[in-house]
Every structure is written in structure tokens, then in C-alpha cells.
């Protein structure tokens, strides 16, 4: 407990200082998450309902009592001749039971109907796991989205910073007679329609990062900084995620539904078998009149008895139940294949998307690295006057270019990274 508090002051803190790195965000989603809390609560309540008593294995034990007070008129003939009248005659019945029942056999009902109340708690913590595997994957796209726009804000700066550069190259020129006001006018236009896309992308970066905190289940207004790149684990390998499929939450509770549904069979079933009850209890009476011919009648002590119920007949309800039952366990087979297939198929075309990002960014590095160079050989050859202004504007554009693609191809890379381990239940917790 000591520790859980710890967590939860170190991660207010940093709220506080306006940094929040990915651990953070996901600590803070799987504690403010309604769905993960929703989900928790009814694995809770499958957990308070596996319980043999709820599944009718316990026996079960009722006290009444009954007290009656009358007043009657009494006209009595017996056969001895004598007759008895008397009218505003008072009487007191007094009733009194305690008793007990204990189901001995029904046909193996109650196993059936213990074992799914255990299958049904072990589903709802598999619910829960995989409500807390999608949390933490919504965070994670979201918390790279705004490394990602971040990124496009870094590149945009870089290409502010050479328009500048060259628009104080055409100013010095033009101080020496060396350029004309075109050239002058066409580098400022440059420059402003650079600041004019930052802004555009601040606006983008802002509402991104409303997106993160409404994940988080903060206030939208929160003020946060993050300070982090997009790392790619490379290490992913599709057989593994395929064989781990079997893992994921989602299968495992379609699974578990199965084995429900089957136990339903059983139940259903055991409706067609004899049921025998065991009774048991102490039953008390005391009748009191002040006329008549009895004035006190009083009995009491112990009982013991069986019962025993035997369904001959109910129009064939319980075996269009039985079938019904069997329909709906065929239906969870299909239904947890057709799962399983999709996530396979999709585990694969992510691969697909996986390498083929990975195999594009080693490429685009390279052309990342070569549109510097070419941007800074072209404004030296544009303070050389061996280059236009034109040149110039195409050598940056390319350099921007590739920057977004570089920033979007680590990104891609990054959702399909986490969509790989999300399928095969390897996301961190």
C-alpha cells in the first residue's frame, strides 16, 4: 500500500512539473479508466457469485410464526346429546416452525452450476486483462501521436531557421547591390508561409495532445510537456506473436464461454432427472378457546422427511432447452475461430506494415541525411550566386519532406509494433 501511494505522489508530481513520460500516462490511465473500473467491478461481483451456496449446494433454513387471536360465536351439538352455545367466544392460534432443506440429488445440477460460476469469474478477469492491454495500447498511440506532431514541429523549426538564413543572406546581398527586391520579397513570403504551417501544426500538436489527456481521463485543460522520441522495438517476430495468440485475453474469455455454454448444457439437462430434498425441522401449536367442547390443543417436537420430485411430462420444454443450449455452444466455437482467424490475418498484414516500415526507414534516413546536405549546399551556392532562390526553396522542401516521412514512417512502424503486442498480450502492465 505504502508503495501504491508512493506511485501515485511520485506521478502527481510530475504532473505538477508538466513532464509526463509513457509510464506515467500509462499508470495514470489504468487508474482513472472507467471502462477498466466498470470491467473490475464486474469481475468483483463474479467473484462474490462463485459461490456454492448461490449454485444450490447449501442447505437452507426458514423460521415462522403465526399468531391469530379470534372471537367467534360457538353453537356445538355433540352426539352425547349435549349442545353447546356461546356467542363472543375468545380463541388464540399459535403457530410455530422451524425448518430446514437439503438438496441430496438433482442430477448433478448444482456441480455444473458451481463449475460456470467459476468459469464466469475466470472470464470477467480475462475481460478485465484485455481491457487493460486496449488502455494501455489507446495511451500508447496517442502518447506517440503527440511525439509524432512533435516532431513535425521540430522539423518545420529547422526549415524556419534556414529561411531565415536565407532571407538574411538576400539582405546582406541587397546591402551590397547584389540583389533585388524579388528575391527579397519571395524569401519573406517563404518564411511566412513556414510560420504560418507552425502555427497550423501547433494547432494540430494541441488538439493531439487534448486527445492524449481525455485517454488519461484528465482535465482537458491539464498543461503537459513530453519529452521523448519514437524508438521501434525491431525485435518483433510474427511466429511468436501468431503462437502467442492463444494468449490474448479476448480469445481465452471466447474460450471460457464455451466452457459456460457447455455447463448450461449440463444444467438444462439435469432438468429431465429425478430431484430428492431432505427436510427437516420442529414444528410447535397451541390452540386456546375459553368455549366449546376443546379449549386447549397444544403439539410440538421434531420432524424428519424426504421428498422426492419426478418430472414426467412439461411438453418438451426442457429438451428444446437442451437444444437451444447446444446451438449456443456451437455458435461460441464459431464465434472464438472466426476471432482467432481475424487476429492472425491481422497479425499478419501488421507484420506486413512492421518490416515494411522498418525496411523504408533505413531508407529514409539516408535520404533524411542527404536533403540536409543538399539544403546547406544549396543556400552555399546560393550565397555564392551560383544557385536561384528557386533551387534553394526545392533543396528545403525536399528537406521537409523528408522529415515528415521519416517522423510518420517511425510512427507507423511504432502502431504496428503495438498492435503486434497487443494481439500477442505482450504489452507491459
Known amino acids: 500500500m505504502k ?36 470491467t473490475k467491478n464486474v469481475a468483483d461481483a463474479n467473484k462474490i457469485n462463485n459461490n456454492i451456496g448461490v449454485a444450490g449446494g447449501l442447505p437452507s433454513i426458514a423460521a415462522t410464526a403465526s399468531n391469530q387471536e379470534s372471537v367467534v360465536n360457538i353453537n ?28 441430496l440429488y438433482n442430477g448433478y445440477r448444482v456441480v455444473a452450476t458451481k463449475k460456470r460460476l467459476e468459469i464466469l469469474q475466470q472470464q470477467s478477469e480475462q475481460n478485465l486483462n484485455s481491457q487493460i492491454q486496449n488502455t494501455i ?22 526549415s524556419i531557421d534556414l529561411s531565415k538564413q536565407q532571407l538574411e543572406l538576400i539582405q546582406n546581398k541587397q546591402a551590397l547591390g547584389l540583389a533585388n527586391n524579388a528575391n527579397l520579397f519571395q524569401s519573406q513570403i517563404d518564411l511566412n508561409t513556414r510560420v504560418q504551417e507552425m502555427q497550423s501544426q501547433q494547432l494540430i500538436l494541441a ?41 490474448n485475453p479476448q480469445i481465452g474469455a471466447l474460450s471460457s464461454q464455451i466452457k459456460i455454454n457447455e455447463f448450461l448444457e449440463k444444467e ?20 386456546q378457546s375459553n368455549g366449546g367442547q376443546l379449549l386447549l390443543n397444544q403439539s410440538y417436537g421434531p420432524f424428519l ?33 472466426n476471432i482467432e482467424l481475424d487476429f492472425k490475418s491481422g497479425a499478419i498484414k501488421t507484420y506486413q506494415a512492421y518490416t515494411s516500415s522498418l525496411q523504408q526507414i533505413t531508407t529514409q ?56 503486442k ?8
Open 3 to 38: 508503495k501504491l501511494f508512493f506511485l501515485l505522489a511520485l506521478i502527481a508530481v510530475k504532473t505538477n512539473a508538466q513532464e509526463l513520460t509513457l509510464q506515467d500516462a500509462i499508470n495514470l490511465a489504468l487508474k482513472n479508466s472507467f471502462d477498466i473500473q466498470i
Open 137 to 158: 495500447a489507446n495511451v500508447m498511440v496517442n502518447y506517440y501521436n503527440v511525439v509524432r506532431q512533435q516532431g513535425y514541429i521540430k522539423t518545420l523549426q529547422q
Open 365 to 420: 534516413q539516408n535520404t533524411y541525411q542527404l536533403a540536409q546536405q543538399l539544403v546547406q549546399l544549396s543556400l552555399q551556392r546560393f550565397q555564392l550566386a551560383a544557385a536561384t532562390i528557386i533551387e534553394v526553396r526545392e533543396a528545403q522542401k525536399s528537406f521537409e519532406e523528408a522529415g515528415f516521412r521519416l517522423i510518420n514512417l517511425s510512427y507507423l512502424a511504432k502502431l504496428a509494433e503495438i498492435e503486434l
Open 305 to 337: 422427511g424426504l421428498t422426492l420430485s419426478v418430472p414426467l411430462y412439461n411438453s418438451g420444454i426442457v429438451k428444446r432447452q437442451q437444444q437451444i443450449a447446444k446451438i449456443n455452444t456451437t455458435n461460441a466455437k464459431l464465434q472464438k475461430e
Open 422 to 429: 497487443r494481439i500477442s498480450n505482450g504489452l507491459a502492465n
Open 207 to 247: 488538439q493531439a495532445t487534448t486527445d492524449l489527456l481525455n485517454v488519461l481521463n484528465v482535465k482537458p485543460d491539464s498543461v503537459i510537456r513530453i519529452k521523448d522520441s519514437i524508438v521501434v522495438d525491431k525485435n518483433v517476430r510474427i511466429n511468436d506473436v501468431l503462437q502467442a495468440v492463444n494468449a
Open 76 to 103: 356445538q351439538k355433540l352426539n352425547t346429546g349435549t349442545e353447546i352455545t356461546r356467542d363472543g367466544a375468545t380463541s388464540n392460534n399459535l403457530t410455530a416452525n422451524v425448518s430446514g432443506t437439503m438438496l
Open 268 to 287: 438444462t439437462l439435469a432438468q429431465r432427472y429425478p430431484s430428492l430434498r431432505a427436510n427437516t425441522g420442529i414444528n410447535y401449536g397451541r390452540n
